[in-house]
Nanobody, 120 residues
């Protein structure tokens, strides 16, 4: 059974920074591709960033150059450093354990999410 807990969200002003963390247990963390998603009310959950088990990363165009995904296999923790935040980054952020095959394929394992609110 995979258990996921995200935390680190909060309220910041435009231009501010936050670091999200996601602790994942019950999976072969170091062998998995991991991702961050975000979702606003009434919208689908959108892929934000991916970290493969080869330590390759990819990002949505909207966050490139501002967000950095990283992982600590010894702590089975996934991170998302978010800099130069904008109001359009406001969302609930989720992490996911999935796999990569010419694109990211999410699993059905999700945490409760962590709210990020950016005010102008």
């Amino acid at each position: 059974q995979v258990h996921i807990v995200e935390f680190g969200g909060g309220s910041v002003q435009t231009g501010g920074s936050l670091r999200l963390s996601c602790v994942i247990s019950g999976s072969m963390f170091q062998h998995n591709t991991l991702a961050w998603y975000r979702q606003t009310p009434g919208s689908q959950r959108d892929l934000v960033a991916v970290s493969t088990f080869h330590n390759r990363t990819s990002y949505a165009d909207s966050v490139k150059g501002r967000f950095t995904i990283s992982r600590d296999n010894s702590k089975t923790t996934l991170y998302l450093q978010m800099n130069n935040l904008k109001p359009e980054d406001t969302a609930v952020y989720y992490c996911n354990v999935g796999h990569w095959d010419s694109g990211y394929f999410p699993s059905n394992f999700w945490g409760q999410g962590t709210q990020v609110t950016v005010s102008s």
